[in-house]
């Protein structure tokens, strides 16, 4: 019993999220969380209300295991919903996409002949599950408009400082110059790549040198410096 006892503990333990104040920093433990496909842990990242909506049984059922593995997390960040309260995320809870949005969809077309939004335009994909799925369906604007403040609040893609320190950035990870790519990362994303004796780990080469450099938007400038670098990486070993 007292070994039944220990492993739950321990297990308890492996599952639980570390809480911070900077959302990037739990933003990217959610998202290596979820690329593990432990889903208790990244769910763990959520507040304890969006949390408790998640689970079934103390576990994340499959079919929102597969709403989490559909989020769009490099424009979580940016999202105006998603913010940090008492050290976890807020927001993700409504920005998950509605996978059965095509089978309300099939049921409202058999009670009404016209008027059904497209299960699989934007809007429909986007629609919040729950209470909130039959509110959006019958408002395919909702993500044009949740488009729309995530570009507002992400700032001007075409700025020439950000377009600058983007190339500069990947041209330093193309030629191997750890250095002057970490000199081009905000700081509190820096250290999220560095040992304890605040040199650049092995592991965080590896991943750097496989940064996905297609989805350039989710980078942005702060004081000088690239955040959102981290979501573009892939999850660590």
């Excluded at 993700?92 to 409202?108: C, D, R, S, V």
């Excluded at 019958?138 to 700025?159: I, L």
Aim: charged letters at 25%; hydrophobic letters at 40%; one cysteine or more.
């Amino acid at each position: 019993m007292g070994l039944l006892v220990a492993c739950a503990t321990s297990n308890k333990e492996v599952s639980q999220a570390p809480r911070s104040d900077d959302l990037l920093e739990l933003l990217t433990g959610f998202g290596e969380s979820l690329s593990k496909r432990n889903f208790t842990k990244a769910v763990d990242y959520m507040v304890p209300e969006e949390k408790a909506l998640m689970l079934e049984g103390g576990v994340v059922p499959p079919e929102k295991q597969k709403m989490l593995m559909a989020l769009p997390l490099q424009r979580l960040i940016r999202s105006p919903a998603v913010r940090v309260e008492n050290g976890h995320i807020a927001g993700i809870y409504g920005l998950l996409p509605n996978l059965k949005q095509g089978e309300a969809t099939a049921n409202m077309a058999s009670n009404e002949s016209s008027g059904v939004p497209d299960s699989s335009s934007p809007s429909a994909a986007a629609a919040p599950q729950g209470p909130m799925a039959s509110e959006a369906a019958v408002a395919p604007s909702q993500e044009d408009d949740m488009a729309a403040s995530m570009a507002a609040s992400a700032g001007n893609p075409n700025d020439p400082q950000l377009k600058s320190a983007v190339n500069k950035f990947f041209s330093a990870v193309n030629r191997k110059n750890w250095s002057g790519a970490l000199a081009m990362i905000n700081e509190n994303e820096r250290k999220l790549l560095l040992d304890d004796k605040g040199r650049l780990k092995e592991s965080s080469k590896h991943r750097l040198a496989q940064i996905d450099q297609k989805n350039r938007e989710a980078l942005t400038l702060q004081d000088g410096k690239l955040t959102g670098v981290t979501l573009l990486l892939p999850s660590a070993d």
